[in-house]
Nanobody, 119 residues
Framework: VQLVESGGGLVQAGGSLRLSCAAS????????MGWYRQAPGKQRELVAS???????NIADSVKGRFTISRDNAKTTVYLQMNSLEPEDTAVYYC??????????????WGQGTQVTVSS
């Protein structure tokens, strides 16, 4: 599975950005797409994820400000980020997780896109 991310950049506090991640390749029917982020000196953390069925999981730190969605083909995930704060500055990574035969889990990562929020 290949992942292509887009949409990062520099924005002032209070602004908005939308990240996109398109998946292609050998995609199974059971999968979850999501976004993680990693700030300098910190561990990578889950921001939001969404299952093939549309169930979303949003981190408490961004709940009410960020929303996650998938397109009708279920191969592109979007992260709409509103009311951005300097603390949201990080490299954002797209994640694609799917379940194959024998319940084996496959994880794929995008190359990462920088989001910088200035105060």
């Amino acid at each position: 599975v290949q992942l292509v991310e887009s949409g990062g950049g520099l924005v002032q506090a209070g602004g908005s950005l939308r990240l996109s991640c398109a998946a292609s390749g050998r995609i199974f029917s059971i999968n979850t797409m999501g976004w993680y982020r990693q700030a300098p000196g910190k561990q990578r953390e889950l921001v939001a994820s969404i299952t093939i069925g549309g169930t979303a999981n949003i981190a408490d730190s961004v709940k009410g400000r960020f929303t996650i969605s998938r397109d009708n083909a279920k191969t592109t995930v979007y992260l709409q980020m509103n009311s951005l704060e300097p603390e949201d500055t990080a490299v954002y990574y797209c994640n694609f997780r799917q379940i194959g035969q024998l319940a084996r889990t496959y994880d794929y990562w995008g190359q990462g896109t920088q989001v910088t929020v200035s105060s």
